[in-house]
C-alpha cells in the first residue's frame, strides 16, 4: 500500500464546522489561559459571539456591563476566587432558563456539589476536542430553544 492509497482511506472531516443556526452570545470562563483562547477561537470561529473571562468575578463584571442576556454560559467549575458552580447560580438568577456548561478535568460526580446543580447544566470534560466542544454547545442551545417553544405555548 502506498501513502497516496493511505490518505485516501482516512475519513476527512470539516476542520471548523459550521451551521447556519450557530449564533448567539457565550460567556466562556476558563482561567487557563490556554484553553480560554482556544475554545474562543473555536466557538468564534464557528459563528457564535463569545465573551470571554479568566474569573467569576470578571465574568460577572462583563455579564453586567456588556449584556445581561446571554444564550451560554459555558464556565470551569475551578476558577480562582467565586468557583464556576457559584457564577452559575448568581447568573441563573438574574437570567433564570440560562443553560450551562461545565468545563472540568474532574469525573461528573465529583463535581455536582450532591447533585444540586440546576436545570439545564450539561458537563464537559477536559480534554475536549473542538468537535466535542461545538456538539455540546449546539445540544445546549437546542435544548434552550426547546424550553422557550415549551413555554410559549
Known amino acids: 500500500m502506498n501513502h497516496s492509497e493511505t490518505t485516501r482511506k482516512l475519513p476527512q472531516r470539516e476542520p471548523w464546522p459550521t451551521l447556519a443556526a450557530n449564533s448567539g452570545t457565550i460567556l466562556l470562563v476558563e ?3 490556554f484553553v480560554l483562547e482556544a475554545a474562543f477561537e473555536i466557538l468564534n470561529a464557528a459563528g457564535f459571539n463569545v465573551l470571554k ?3 467569576g468575578e470578571e465574568a460577572r463584571y462583563i455579564f453586567e456591563k456588556h449584556t445581561k442576556r446571554l444564550d451560554l454560559l459555558l464556565t470551569d ?22 443553560k450551562t456548561i461545565f468545563i472540568s478535568g474532574y469525573p461528573v460526580n465529583v463535581v455536582s456539589k450532591n447533585g444540586d446543580e440546576p436545570n439545564g447544566v450539561l458537563y464537559l470534560a477536559k480534554p475536549f476536542s473542538l468537535h466535542t466542544l461545538l456538539d455540546k454547545v449546539r445540544e445546549a442551545l437546542r435544548e434552550k430553544a426547546s424550553d422557550r417553544a415549551r413555554g410559549a405555548r
Open 53 to 55: 473571562a479568566r474569573t
Open 31 to 33: 482561567d487557563e489561559g
Open 77 to 98: 467549575v475551578v476558577l480562582p476566587g467565586q468557583d464556576g458552580r457559584d457564577l452559575a447560580k448568581y447568573l441563573t438568577r438574574v437570567q433564570p432558563g440560562l
